[in-house]
């Protein structure tokens, strides 16, 4: 038996339609007298049109909407419903007016981008499609998964396969050159990871250890550490140790002066912070960076010439945006990196140990644990776990720079270039075509 009072009645309309009972909730609310000449009457109006449409009558609950929406034209959800209905029934104009409405009234309502991310690809807008499909996603990662209905659920995986599509035809299109020039056999490692980074093939890690945090490289063989002769410049940089530890030395007279920081820097509260505790915004490892994230730090290079030039000297892995990296690291007595793993194993990263207390410590990768000696290279796959430590009472200091992995050829370093400057800028550019749907 139906309730008798409105307010009973509209509860009552409320749990039958999430039992999903909508013809039923459209022949509880027909019997409010007030639904049919009061559209003011926002709850009931958008049930009832709700039921309309789930049962058939589409363009009757659009009308009502629209309605509602006039009386209530400042009302994010009410917007946000129209658009959804105009997207279902194949109305894409009207699907992304509704949707930049609720979006300029709710900027980080990932449900309308979503609306606005199909509708666009519905009338023939590719990219601006995917910006908004895009950015529906990152909006979304704030939300628990578990809570977001079903419908939701389905639309943010298809705009995630939209997007990884896009992004994989994007990796593949920027490898045609180095192809061109170097031939199919040079880039076919990178078309392999560029499928996995898309999502399109499933990753096989040759080692359990090993899993870089950013761009996997397949086939490349197992290896932790590297011998310091198997790199033809090694005697130079060598040779460069005594002037550049005492450059080292000077700077550490005035570590604050000469620019040393903590390296890992983390805001409080952060899943990262909490993984990198014991030194994150601690001068318990710090550093002075020559290199970060490929640009120069002109007055580290500028107060330490020796390490410059050596820098210089010796084959960085230079690509815009992400490397060379070149730093001394200080980690004090006591101190622990805790294991790790490095972003690309087409990268290798080398030590100069500078200065090396006794019984200082080591460094551990994958199973393979090695200790520094001053003046000699240590040369690494960062991309296997990693960790390091300092046992001893005073502080250990090495020069920190990377290289390329000599497996890789001539041509496999150009496509590697070419797939991270690709990546790099994939996000900002879909990003930047979202706009303001409308």
């Not at 139906?2 to 009972?21: I, T, V, W």
């Not at 628990?144 to 995986?157: F, K, N, V």
Request: charged residues 25%; glycine residues 8%; hydrophobic residues 45%.
């Amino acid at each position: 038996m139906q309730p008798a009072s409105p307010a009973s009645l509209l509860e009552y309309a409320r749990r039958l339609a999430s039992q999903g009972r909508w013809p039923e909730v459209r022949e509880c609310l027909a019997s409010l007298a007030t639904v049919g000449d009061a559209p003011q009457d926002r709850d009931t109006g958008l049930l009832l049109a709700q039921s309309e449409f789930a049962t058939g009558a589409v363009e009757t609950a659009r009308t009502r909407l629209e309605d509602l929406i006039r009386s209530h034209p400042e009302d994010a959800p009410l917007h946000y419903e129209a658009a959804a209905m105009a997207l279902d029934a194949g109305h894409f104009d009207a699907a992304e007016a509704h949707a930049a409405s609720c979006i300029r009234l709710s900027p980080n309502h990932f449900g309308a981008w979503l609306v606005a991310g199909f509708a666009r690809a519905g009338l023939g807008e590719r990219d601006r499609s995917l910006g908004a499909l895009l950015r529906a996603i990152r909006l979304a990662e704030r939300a628990d998964p578990r809570r977001l209905p079903p419908a939701i659920r389905q639309g943010l995986s298809e705009a995630s396969r939209r997007v990884r599509q896009r992004l994989a035809e994007v990796l593949d299109a920027s490898l045609d050159p180095v192809a061109r020039e170097y031939g199919e056999a040079d880039v076919a490692r990178l078309r392999k990871g560029a499928a996995i980074f898309a999502g399109f093939a499933p990753p096989s890690f040759a080692h359990p250890l090993w899993r870089p945090g950013l761009f996997y490289i397949p086939d490349l063989p197992v290896r932790m550490f590297f011998e310091r002769e198997e790199f033809d410049w090694h005697a130079l940089a060598e040779a460069a140790y005594p002037a550049i530890r005492g450059e080292l030395l000077a700077c550490l007279e005035d570590a604050e002066a000469a620019g040393f920081s903590p390296y890992v820097d983390h805001a409080e509260g952060t899943h990262e912070a909490q993984v990198w505790a014991e030194v994150n915004r601690s001068r318990r490892w710090s550093s002075l960076h020559f290199f970060r994230h490929g640009e120069p730090r002109p007055a580290a290079h500028a107060r330490c010439p020796a390490t410059s030039a050596m820098l210089a000297a010796v084959d960085l892995q230079r690509i815009p945006g992400y490397g060379p990296e070149a730093m001394f690291s200080v980690l004090q007595p006591g101190a622990r990196i805790p294991p790790h793993y490095g972003s690309v194993n087409g990268r290798l990263i080398v030590h100069l140990p500078l200065v090396v207390p006794p019984d200082c410590g080591g460094l551990r990768v994958g199973t393979e644990t090695r200790g520094w000696e001053e003046g000699r290279l240590l040369i690494f796959d960062d991309s296997f776990q990693h960790e390091a430590w300092n046992h001893s009472d005073a502080v250990r200091t090495v020069l920190i720079f990377d290289t390329w992995n000599p497996a890789l050829s001539p041509g496999e370093r150009e496509a590697t270039r070419a797939v991270l400057i690709a990546v790099q800028g994939f996000e900002a550019a879909l990003l930047g075509e979202a706009g303001v749907p409308g």
